[in-house]
């Protein structure tokens, strides 16, 4: 059976009063296009997408999904904020690539996820390719974020915030910041990271790593290792990868985390864009996304 791990990115995105989608995989460089619904391959570099031709009888987003191999990311593409004044000179800003402002598959319990903007690791088979640049997503100041986070808290719903990537200690100094403040406000951090602990706390460490390490709760470091995939405990990629209680925050969980399910999430928003964030197989996402994307079924994409 094959998993796949999502980033928080639309799947199939359609513009407001249109017939027209966008299925776009960043990590392969090609997307499919049809306004007609007769769908086309289209690919930006020479290499074709691994993987048969994807059969006509399967939903689109499950097409493009079968015809890469287990891991990797199917997205739509993302643009910048809009409607969001740069921050003043002198302000702490990070630069993410999107917020889900609550969600159950990012760790434990129900957290505000927040995915950085750029990477310096790029690991091969990464999940979010889109977030290695450092040019896109957009800026947006500490306090700012932290008031986004208080709103959300407010309802109760929350117990923490999650950062993800992206490399969140690519700018750690800035999430140090927000996460001390997340902390203040009685709510618990978990971060994910591609570098390891070692390598955090020595004599390579990035800028300001120390400072979020302090105010880290729960570290899930490591990069992913294609081989290694590890699909027996949540929130891992791959088995080189492990848990760091840095706090007593979560350290009742040490024992039992293998028995916490994964989870997949299913987002429709208003302009009928369809995002997933987590882990899920594909058959799995077949079920939930079919009756949720008749159009994308009947093969509209662009």
């Known amino acids: 059976m094959e998993r796949w791990r999502l980033g928080s990115w639309p799947l199939a995105t359609r513009t407001a009063g249109s017939r027209a989608w966008t299925t776009w995989c960043p990590?392969?460089?090609?997307?499919?296009?049809?306004?007609?619904?007769?769908?086309?391959?289209?690919?930006?570099?020479?290499a074709r997408p691994r993987g048969p031709r994807p059969s006509s009888t399967r939903p689109a987003w499950a097409r493009l999904c079968?015809?890469?191999?287990?891991?990797?990311?199917?997205?739509?593409?993302?643009?910048?904020?809009?409607?969001?004044?740069?921050?003043?000179?002198?302000?702490?800003?990070?630069?993410?690539?999107?917020?889900?402002?609550?969600?159950?598959a990012e760790g434990p319990g129900s957290r505000f996820a927040i995915w950085a903007q750029g990477c310096t690791i790029r690991c091969e088979g990464c999940f979010n390719p889109h977030?290695?640049?450092?040019?896109?997503?957009?800026?947006?100041?500490?306090?700012?974020?932290?008031?986004e986070i208080l709103v959300t808290a407010a309802d109760g719903i929350i117990e923490g915030v999650t950062l993800l990537g992206g490399e969140p200690f690519d700018?750690?100094?800035?999430?140090?910041?927000?996460?001390a403040q997340v902390q203040a406000a009685g709510l618990s951090t978990v971060v994910f990271t591609g570098h390891t602990l070692?390598?955090?706390?020595?004599?390579?460490?990035?800028?300001?790593?120390?400072?979020?390490?302090?105010?880290?709760?729960?570290?899930?470091?490591?990069?992913?290792?294609?081989?290694?995939r590890d699909m027996t405990r949540?929130?891992?990629?791959?088995?080189?990868?492990?848990?760091?209680?840095?706090t007593d925050r979560y350290v009742h969980l040490k024992d039992t985390l293998g028995l916490l399910p994964d989870r997949v999430e299913v987002r429709v928003a208003a302009n009928?864009?369809?995002?997933?964030?987590?882990?899920?197989?594909?058959?799995?996402?077949?079920?939930?996304?079919?009756g949720t994307t008749p159009t994308v079924g009947r093969g509209h994409i662009r």
């Open 171 to 179: 700018q750690a100094s800035g999430f140090a910041r927000l996460c």
């Open 272 to 290: 009928g864009a369809v995002a997933v964030n987590g882990w899920t197989d594909v058959d799995h996402l077949d079920q939930l996304l079919t």
């Open 66 to 104: 079968t015809s890469l191999s287990r891991g990797a990311v199917v997205a739509a593409s993302w643009t910048t904020e809009p409607d969001r004044q740069a921050p003043a000179p002198g302000t702490v800003t990070v630069r993410i690539g999107h917020v889900v402002a609550r969600t159950d």
């Open 27 to 46: 990590q392969h460089g090609w997307h499919r296009t049809s306004s007609s619904g007769c769908v086309t391959l289209s690919s930006s570099s020479p």
């Open 198 to 228: 070692g390598t955090l706390t020595g004599p390579e460490a990035p800028a300001g790593a120390a400072e979020l390490l302090a105010v880290t709760d729960l570290l899930i470091d490591g990069p992913y290792l294609a081989d290694r």
């Open 131 to 147: 977030l290695w640049g450092t040019v896109g997503g957009y800026a947006v100041t500490v306090d700012e974020l932290m008031d």
């Open 234 to 246: 949540p929130w891992v990629g791959s088995d080189n990868q492990e848990f760091h209680h840095l």
